[in-house]
Structures are given as structure tokens and as C-alpha cells.
């Protein structure tokens, strides 16, 4: 997510353990090198900062980033990367998320029921 959301998705991934106690929940707050760092909103964070920063990084199944980070009604971020740019990158398969605690919940409760 980015800086300014990363405190509530923290909160969010502590709620979700709660539910979910096997769970294992890590939040990543990328900064925005690519606009500067006075840009803190998960909106304006683009697919080459994701790279840049979660590279090498323990991830585990599943990537799960907000809608907001796309164009509007597209796998693409600001920077034209897309979805797939991401996984092949970080070697992960990344799922796309509502930016907000109940699509946080729905979509990591769905990856639960997939097994």
C-alpha cells in the first residue's frame, strides 16, 4: 500500500488474523520514488516502485494490492507496467484487491477458499 494507508491496512491485517488465526499477514508500505516521497496515496504508487522495493523481499503466496493503483478499468499502472509486469518480476501471482477493509477481507477470504 503507500504511506498514508499503511497504519489502517496494518490494523486490517490484524483484524483478519483474529478471524483467520493461521494466517500470515505481512504490509508493505512502498514510498513514491517515482513522483517523490511527498506523494503518499496508494493511487499514485506505480508498478516500478512495487518492483523496486518488494524485490527479494519474503512475500509468500499471494501479493495483494488496492484497485487504486490501476487505471481505471485496466491491469495498468501510472508507469504502463502491468499485473503481469509485477509477477513475472517479483515471481508471484498478484490479486487485486477494493481499497478498502472489506474488499481486503472478501479477496484474502476468497484466496482461503481456494486453498
Do not use: C
Not at 37 to 54: E, R, S
Not at 70 to 89: C, G, N, P, W, Y
Amino acid at each position: 500500500t503507500g504511506v498514508d494507508a499503511a497504519p489502517f491496512v496494518k490494523a486490517e491485517a490484524q483484524r483478519l488474523k483474529s478471524v483467520f488465526p493461521n494466517l500470515t499477514v505481512q504490509v508493505f508500505a512502498v514510498n513514491n520514488d517515482y513522483f517523490g516521497h511527498t506523494i503518499t496515496v496508494a493511487g499514485l504508487i506505480t508498478a516500478t516502485d512495487i518492483i523496486a522495493q518488494l524485490k527479494g523481499k519474503e512475500l509468500g503466496s499471494y501479493l495483494i494490492l488496492p484497485d487504486v493503483m490501476l487505471r481505471h478499468q485496466t491491469d495498468k499502472f501510472l508507469d504502463d507496467l502491468a499485473v503481469s509486469d509485477i509477477e513475472k518480476a517479483l515471481d508471484i501471482s498478484v490479486k487485486i484487491s477494493k481499497a478498502d477493509g472489506e474488499g481486503l477481507f472478501e479477496t484474502i477470504n476468497s484466496l482461503i477458499k481456494e486453498g
